[in-house]
């Protein structure tokens, strides 16, 4: 017989249900054929027929580090080996081997379809875990990846997702997802019992009687053993009171053992039955059952509850208290074994390590070695919290991180997002470990700095990107896949800070989406409030970096700020030279950064945007939008000499050479006209921020109208102090060389036009140059008691008024 021959007859024993005989023979082909990957893969197949679950795993290992093995079949094999572990009850390696398939899936053209298998199973051990918020978590992404599949059109996932609301309380979003399955699924199974879980006993009644008929259609998705049907028309029953149907059931679940696919539930079977048996007051065969229950596993808290209730109403005190205290134990237990140490933890990530980069050997594409990659940098993170030198770890994980993009040859957006998660986790790194050492050295700090700016930045890059594509959907993708690559099972810095992280930015999402068309038919405005808006964020959320702890302890060298520089950096400007108010800074900017959530901040920036945009509506759409606009305008036109103030000239390119230079966050690209102005605007906010007096900050409103005020009222400069701090702005559209505003005048000069229609100015051609832009909330005020002249603005007669 040839070894072609011998495989097809044991894979002929295994499709007719004759799994012994067919372990059997796929061994003999092993025998003769240790290098071919097809007898271990269909052996472990079988062991999981057989319910023997570490050769299952073994088999399954063996596949996938064979050379001969087909890179599908490497990702079916990984698929089967973290089922096999999850009968196990090996949680945590179960959870990596799914996440590894579900990463490993996405840029595989025939398994990505298949992809939401692995989050439904990660969601399926969270909810055993009673994990109940990560379970939903990725029943959710399960739906949103499954479309078109067989489970999405019975709506598999939606029962599971149902389940798990319940179990948090949010019986809404239980209820929707439950009927959704009512509605939609032709599975008498999956009806049944979301029928049974809406409390509609009668309704489920009818399809588990259905299934249990002689031909009845099966369970499309998933081969359900008619002990696991009786078990749930049991339940049934005994919700309908009907507990001697529910015994019978329960009895007849019991004894049809006979298949190799019946369900490993033979102790919830016995459970259930005993609190049957309760009911109808029979406690010795309830104490029975109980005891039987508990010897098959006796991890289930409530089974311990039942049965110390029990022994109390019979008088066995002490008994009831010990089963009690055992019950707490395990409701309180971690779900991690409390036998793994750190020491055992990091020869566990050592391992995977080695094992991953085992795979990545044996793949040669790019895109599939790249996603490999990624996933041995979450291993070298997750390390990292186990090990002597974790900050080594981490900034070795983050050039794993860069070495991905030699391979691709370009940046992809889940990268950035990566490398962002990445220099937030050094951050906290090193705002734990150094925030009570006075003796910290300089690099430290700029260490900080530089991460912190680097996650803010990166973050901003990818927002600008799909706001700019008015699409934020695909940009909440790449935000979920990231949030799958935790495994809350594992205690590690990287998880708490991935978690936070991608909470945060999915909120700003539907912030910034909020905000989308706000000005859809201005693309001047549109443009000036997003970047506005995307500057504001960046400084709010550098705020929220600054810790007094950090910012004493990690102090640079010299009399500068750390918080100072920081925000800073982050705006885009240099860092204003406060010397003599150092520590005056850092508590200003540390009591912001408590004072309010990241969302509430993104929020206010958006607001804030918003309403500056209005403000100055006819200014905004005067100006030069961006460089092509700039291009086609006449090269003549523009001035070779600009009078900046009060007639003082300034040649333009001395102009250049006295004003420092900012710092650039735009890659040294030429700023257009608006972002000009929005810088000019930054400056004035980051010095305010610096000076503010935070005994008159109580409120987001005090906050929004201390920025408010700061921006439509900019300080005074000398003309000397203009042409040192003012850009010129281009006007589009201008007909005389002497056509041109400076960023100072943007925001000092404007007339202000008040409800009543009266327009107060600073000169009486501000109207004719500028237009009016309307009055901030303070100014309406002080129009209104007369005091607005003591600021600079005077009433002008109208011209071409007799």
Same mark, same amino acid.
């Given at each position: ?70 890179? #599908? ?68 992404? #399960? ?26 309380? +949010? ?23 979301? *029928? ?10 009818? %399809? ?9 259609? +099966? ?17 049934? *029953? ?18 049809? !053992? =006979?298949?190799?696919? &019946? ?77 793994? &140490? ?39 993170? +997750? ?44 951050? &906290? ?12 050295? %300089? ?44 495994? =809350? ?8 800070? $991935? ?22 038919? &201005? ?6 409030? !997003? ?67 990241? %969302? ?15 403000? *100055? ?19 003549? =036109? ?20 006295? $004003? ?52 439509? $009222? ?33 925001? $000092? ?54």
């Amino acid at each position: 017989m040839t070894t072609e021959q011998q495989l097809d007859r044991a894979i002929e024993h295994a499709r007719n249900g004759q799994y012994d005989r067919a372990a059997d023979e796929f061994t003999a082909f092993i025998e003769k054929n240790r290098m071919d990957s097809d007898g271990y893969f269909y052996r472990g197949c079988i062991y999981l027929h057989l319910n023997k679950y570490e050769q299952a795993i073994n088999d399954f290992t063996s596949t996938i580090f064979l050379e001969n093995c087909l890179h #599908a079949r490497r990702l079916l094999a990984l698929y089967k080996r973290a089922f096999a572990k999850f009968k196990l009850n090996q949680f945590e390696s179960a959870l990596d081997d799914y996440k590894f398939y579900v990463s490993l899936c996405k840029n595989h053209t025939q398994l990505y379809k298949y992809k939401h298998k692995g989050l439904f199973q990660i969601g399926v051990i969270y909810a055993i875990l009673s994990q109940y918020d990560e379970a939903i978590f990725h029943f959710t992404e #399960a739906i949103r990846s499954s479309s078109g599949s067989a489970e999405d059109k019975q709506k598999w996932y939606h029962l599971h997702r149902g389940r798990a609301y319940a179990c948090v309380e +949010k019986y809404s979003q239980a209820q929707k997802d439950l009927q959704v399955v009512c509605e939609h699924t032709q599975d008498h199974f999956l009806k049944g019992c979301a *029928y049974s879980e809406l409390g509609r006993h009668h309704d489920a009644l009818v %399809e588990f009687d259905n299934l249990l008929k002689s031909n009845a259609n +099966k369970c499309e998705l998933i081969l359900i053993p008619a002990d696991q049907i009786r078990f749930r028309r049991g339940l049934c *029953y005994a919700s309908l009171d009907q507990h001697d149907k529910a015994l019978a059931d329960f009895k007849d679940a019991l004894a049809d !053992r =006979t298949e190799h696919t &019946s369900s490993a539930i033979k102790d919830r079977i016995l459970f259930r039955r005993a609190l049957s048996f309760m009911v109808l007051n029979k406690m010795e065969k309830a104490l029975i059952n109980l005891n039987r229950s508990i010897q098959m596993n006796d991890t289930q808290p409530d089974v311990f509850y039942a049965r110390a209730l029990m022994q109390y109403q019979v008088g066995r005190h002490n008994t009831a208290v010990e089963d009690h205290r055992i019950a707490v134990e395990l409701k309180q237990m971690s779900h991690m074994h409390k036998s793994n &140490s750190r020491k055992k933890l990091n020869i566990y990530f050592t391992n995977k390590i080695q094992e991953t980069e085992n795979f990545l050997a044996l793949n040669h594409d790019m895109m599939t070695r790249a996603n490999i990659i990624r996933i041995i940098t979450e291993y070298l993170q +997750k390390q990292a919290y186990y090990s002597r030198d974790p900050l080594k770890m981490y900034e070795s994980a983050r050039e794993r991180l860069y070495e991905i993009s030699q391979l691709q040859n370009a940046w992809q957006d889940e990268d950035t997002i990566a490398l962002a998660v990445n220099s937030l986790t050094i951050c &906290s790194f090193v705002a734990d470990r150094y925030s009570n050492d006075h003796y910290t050295f %300089e690099f430290m700090a700029e260490k900080y700095i530089q991460h912190a700016a680097d996650s803010i930045l990166k973050t901003c890059d990818v927002f600008d990107k799909y706001i700019t594509r008015q699409d934020l959907k695909q940009l909440r993708g790449i935000l979920f896949d990231e949030r799958v690559k935790s495994n =809350t099972l594992h205690e590690c810095l990287v998880n708490e800070v $991935r978690n936070t992280y991608v909470e945060y930015q999915l909120k700003k999402c539907d912030i910034v989406e909020e905000n989308m068309n706000v000005f859809v038919e &201005s693309p001047a405005q549109q443009k000036f409030s !997003r970047y506005f808006a995307s500057q504001l964020c960046n400084l709010f959320d550098g705020i929220g970096m600054i810790d007094t702890d950090v910012c004493s302890s990690l102090s640079l060298q010299g009399n500068q700020s750390m918080a100072l520089k920081l925000v800073a950096k982050l705006s885009g400007l240099s860092a204003i030279d406060l010397r003599d108010n150092k520590k005056g800074i850092e508590n200003t900017l540390c009591y912001l950064a408590s004072f309010g959530k990241p %969302e509430m901040y993104c929020e206010l920036a958006y607001k804030i945007a918003n309403e500056i945009t209005m403000i *100055y509506e006819e200014q905004i759409n005067r100006l030069v939008i961006d460089m092509e606009e700039l291009d086609m305008m006449s090269i003549s =036109t523009q001035p070779d000499i600009v009078d900046l103030s009060d007639g003082i000239p300034c040649i333009k390119g001395c102009l250049r050479g006295t $004003r420092p230079r900012p710092e650039n966050i735009l890659d040294d690209a030429q700023y257009s006209t608006i972002q000009t102005v929005v810088r000019y605007a930054m400056k004035q906010i980051l010095k305010c921020l610096t000076e503010a007096n935070v005994k008159r900050i109580f409120t987001m409103k005090d906050m929004h109208d201390l920025l408010i005020d700061t921006v439509c $009222r900019p300080s005074f400069l000398t003309p000397l102090q203009i042409p040192l701090q003012a850009e010129i702005i281009i006007l589009k559209n201008r007909a005389e060389k002497i056509e041109y505003w400076s960023t100072y005048e943007f925001y $000092r000069r404007p007339a202000i036009k008040f409800d009543d229609g009266e327009t107060r100015a600073r000169r009486e051609n501000d109207e004719e140059k500028f237009g009016c832009r309307k009055a901030n909330l303070q100014e309406k005020d002080l129009y209104a008691n007369d005091q607005l002249d003591s600021h600079g603005f005077m009433k002008f007669s109208p011209k071409n008024v007799l």
